[in-house]
């Protein structure tokens, strides 16, 4: 049984449905778009042009950008716009259907001939009766090759949405991405390609129907798409009934211990006879600022990327004295409640090949500053702009010949691979338990500690007692052996199976 | 005794499209029933002077009586609906069949179904259309064809006032020849009066009661063929000395 299976068929009808609302709402605007640009030559550039500059933008980047533009949108405003999930992926998918529906569209009206049209007119035609029966008609089959080309890109492009939160078919590619798990990232892979074929193959028979004006294959294109729209519809109204009020929802970020926390606290909680749900894959600035906003219930966050990124703080302090400011400034500035200190540290540190360092006579960062000249570093996606990289290239001088950016799974395959001579690594990550690899810390002390927290959510407090339970009970070494399990390449765990063993080693059960 | 009114009548009509002028002080009576053709160089302002009539474009001075009417009053819509135009190219409507185009006027005007078919057959009988066409597509006919159905769909719902831009303008002569033929004994029989714009200046002169030359958007001639073919005046014999001449050598050439 391919991990995620299970998952599938909720994935499947939330991806359909975001794919279907966000290019409901493309039409929408394309529509009176297109059907005002014929002798309106500037519209048309306009408007072309703008929707091919939104084309250029990565669909990933346009799904994050929604989130800062939605924030500033609510504090410009005081309404309540949620920033997170359905709204933003809404938006950056319709404006990414954009293109090939304007395309479609002008193409199919700027084809009609203008005898044609002079005809219609001529003859005394109304202006709807010419939209209807003649332009439209006439359009029609581009029209729906540019629907085609929308429905496909949209299809594929919302497996992004997973990252700004919003539930789809790529919560089983992240998740298996980041957990090795090639199998369950094919399988999501395949689930979304075969929507968009079906969805493709259905848009396609009404094409053809109205291509030459036959209603048997124009019906049961229709026919097909009832049939994708009450399998989502069913699978609502069972979700709604299956979960009388709102679960509790923990977020994750992008990698193994994340979903191995989640699913330990999911299985408690549940224990409990409370309903969990684990939306997994959020960025990493994106699951703080989703608990802060009341979007996820519970989210597993790090004191030094709290103390960076959420206060804004580049100064160091030690672990004693930083706590106590972080758990008292998240309260007073986003009502976010610091649960509990698991007891392990997931520290950012440098990490080299042991044969390398031992050449080289490196042992720490200090050593590693004189060498690093010669070396070429890979950093995970997000290391090259944060305050730590800024701190410890002041406090040690570092600098590096080349840096390169990675996805995190990857790193430590880089320095195997000799792709790389140092790499970012965390102090939990499981990959470095097998690998021959020495993490140098941070002997100057100038970055924060990195020390593993639960958040809750403003206004839950009860869950925020109830987490108290967890504080110092997870090691660093029995973290790092989970995080093990899940990521390694043969006798793979899942993040559930490896979070039951946690429990179990650490007396959490 | 009360004269009835022209069919139609132009006093001071100016138009610019785009602010190029187009026509200028245009004023003309047409008698009801008359076979009028417009002649004249491309750019001379032919058709626009026949969308002018149907309010396909609102002149900028002047005014137009149609049957003593004015038509600055009259709904755009119906008004078209009252008057064949066979746009020049035919127009026709690709994804509709040649019996639906035909009768697109009838069913604008709410004809029954059986009435529009029966119409539609009627006109095909009467401009030489083989029945079988009446299902086929526009795609699929010849140019005469096409030519003709643009005519038929002009004549569906017994216009009083027929408006054709260059009806025959892509055709073989022979074709064109019958097709006028037709159209001229169609125009007689119905009472029909009709407005053609052609480039074919030896059958305008031959066929039409009343002959019109434009150039630079003003009337520079006007009248019987007859008269007009007389008229000095350099637009005039620019277009008429070339086929006269042609047509005295032909004559000539005669067994």
Redo the contacts between chains.
Sequence with gaps: MIAGWEALPAALAAHLAISAAALGLALLVAAPLVLLMPGRPWLRRGVMGLASVVQTVPALALLALFFPLLVLLRNATGLEVPSLGLLPSLLALALYALLPLLRGGAGGLAAI?D????????????PA?RLF??EL??AAPVVMGGLRTAAVWTIGAATLATMVGQPSLGDLIFAGLQLQDWRQVLLGCMAAAGLALVVDAALGLCEAGIAR?RWPPALAGIALLALLAAGVAGWWWQARAASAGRPVVIGTKTFSEQYILAELIAADLRRDGIAVEVRSGLGSGIAFQSVAAGGIDISIDYSGTLWTQALGRTDVLPRSAMLPILARDLKARYGVTLAARLGFENAYALAMKRSDAQRLGVKTISDLARVAPQLRLATDLEFQSRAEWASLKRSYGLGFASMRAYTPVLMVAALKDGAADVITAYSSDGALAGADVVLFTDDRGALPAYDALLLVAPGRDDLGRQLARYEGRIRVEAMRVANAQADRATNKRSPAEAARWLARETGLQ | MLQAPPALSLSGVTLALGGVPVLNGIDLVVPAGSLVALVGASGAGKTSLLRLV?R?VAPDSGQIRLFGADIAASDP??????IG?A?????????WTVADNIA??PW?LGWPKPQRMARAAELMAMLDLPAALASRFPAELSGGQASRVGLA?ALAARPGLL?LDEPFGALDPETRTALADRLEALHRAEGLTTLMVTHDIADALLRADLMLVLEGGRIVAAGPPRAVAASPHPAVRALIDQPLAQAQALAGMAP
């Design positions: 001939p005898g044609v049209r002079e005809a219609a007119r001529a003859i005394g035609m109304s009766q029966h003649v008609s006439l004006r | 149907n396909l819509v119906q008004l078209r609906r009252g135009h746009v020049q190219g035919g127009g026709l409507f690709p994804h697109a006027v604008l769909r408006l």
